[in-house]
């Protein structure tokens, strides 16, 4: 195949991803990254499957406030029952008989287990919902780090694009340097094979660029054949030169404001709760309970509303409930609500552990990536200008295929090697402000 006809065609297969966010958009939505985090905020699989536990839990809540109120209960009974009535003639009859009840109880007190009860479902209710902000979170960075990766792949899929443009141009001087007797054959077929090779990176480049894409779409879970269109917004030196806040001071800004700490904290609280509660199993309990009740039988000569008035029966009363012995039940509680007291503080530390590592982490990437980018932006230009003057060399005669090759390399390394701590740094910069309590925005 023709070396024009080829470049063409891979230029006008990457048109659609290398359109810079020029899509009709009437027609097609364009997805920036604030678009994408906010779809998959709501629309992840994960969040709503917090948010679904959080409403689990908002109805414990109401079950608890109800145990409070006073319990209502009613009854109905009907009964038939055959009996003799005289023992000598053994003549036997059918009675009917039915009793209706309305009974009301109430706990007065049980230690205050009702209201430690209430006060733990609504702390864990509020746990959920921190759970809730913490998964919106990851999903949050998840997405951040999928969409830089897609703008890292579509850079090099540029700088291979224009290597390979380069390599076309050399081949095609090389070729007729060959025709005209100043250099070998052997160095001409050097330039093919690598002309070969730079199509190949960019092929591969290209696939790198696609397959970034589409895990970004599925991490926002788009159904299949929905034509996904990014933004690329363009990633500017002073994005990448930002300056770096402390980690400490990261760090104490992701502890008061990170929903993983304050769910952590709320786990201590619900806890403590717990051991209050299994405490109350063995202290006295008090309870009101009222009564109204009445019945009716055929074997009474009374009429039936007389037999209503006569068996109407009321009651109400206080009972005391002291427990003196339950197999060691609520000692075993006890002492379980306590190692759930230590376990969940052990959580917190683990979480503030962790999150110490992943901000210490961020910071070090964050300040390593811009050194390297600095050195890097340096390196670039020295090898560029290398490269131009050993191309133009070659062209004269004057520096051999194994020098410009070498020259090339080096170039398209420093170019890869700056794009690479560029986003390096953008990304930790912009999880470091995340950690800040600031939204990520390009």
């Known amino acids: 195949m023709d070396v024009k006809k080829f470049l063409s065609l891979v230029f006008l297969a990457a048109l659609p ?48 406030s109800a145990a409070r109120l006073p319990g209502l209960s009613a009854s109905i009974s ?47 209710a509020q746990a959920r919902a921190y759970d809730v902000a913490r998964t919106r979170n990851d999903i949050e960075i998840s997405v951040t780090q999928a969409y830089l990766q897609v703008l890292y792949a579509r850079e090099s899929v540029g700088i291979n694009q224009k290597t390979v443009e380069s390599s076309l141009s050399q081949v095609e001087l090389s ?16 330039m093919q094979s690598q002309y070969a090779s730079d199509k190949y990176q960019l092929v591969a480049a290209q696939n790198t660029l696609d397959k970034s894409i589409l895990d970004l779409k599925q991490l926002l879970e788009l159904e299949a054949g929905y034509d996904f269109r990014l933004d690329f917004p363009e990633i500017s030196d002073e994005q990448v030169d930002e300056p770096i806040p402390s980690s400490l001071s990261v760090y104490n800004s992701a502890l008061q404001s990170m929903p993983e700490v304050k769910s952590a904290q709320l786990g201590i609280e619900s806890a403590k709760l717990g051991e209050k509660i299994a405490k109350a199993s063995g202290i006295p309990s008090l309870s009101l309970s009222a009564g109204i009740g009445t019945g009716y039988a055929t074997t009474s000569s009374d009429a039936f509303a007389r037999q209503l008035d006569r068996s109407l029966s009321e009651n109400v009363g206080l009972s005391l409930s002291i427990p003196i012995f339950n197999n060691r039940n609520t000692r075993t509680a006890v002492e379980k609500a306590r190692l759930q007291s230590i376990s969940a503080d052990l959580s917190l530390q683990s979480v503030k552990k ?27 230009r020295s090898a560029q200008i290398s490269y131009d ?42 999880l470091l402000n995340f950690y800040q309590n600031k939204p990520i925005t390009l």
């Open 17 to 64: 991803l290398l359109s810079f966010g020029q899509s009709d958009t009437t027609q097609v939505k364009v997805w920036t990254l604030e678009d994408c985090i906010r779809y998959a905020r709501e629309k992840n699989l994960n969040v709503q499957s917090a948010q679904v536990n959080l409403s689990s839990a908002e109805s414990d809540i109401k079950q608890a």
């Open 78 to 124: 009907q009964g038939l029952t055959h009996a003799r009535r005289d023992i000598e003639s053994n003549e036997s009859a059918y009675a009917y008989s039915a009793n209706a009840q309305l009974s009301a109880s109430m706990t007065l007190y049980n230690g205050g287990k009702l209201n430690n009860t209430l006060t733990q479902k609504k702390t864990d």
């Open 175 to 190: 070729k007729e340097l060959y025709e005209a007797g100043s250099i070998a054959l052997s160095d001409y077929a050097q």
């Open 389 to 430: 003057l050993v191309n133009q060399q070659f062209a004269e005669g004057m520096k051999n295929t194994v020098e410009l090759l070498q020259e090339k390399n080096n170039y398209l390394s420093a170019q890869m090697e700056a794009v690479q701590a560029k986003y390096q740094a953008v990304l930790s910069i912009k």
């Open 354 to 380: 962790d999150l110490l590592s992943t901000v210490e982490s961020l910071w070090q990437d964050a300040v390593s990536a811009q050194s390297r980018y600095q050195a890097a932006c340096e390196q670039l």
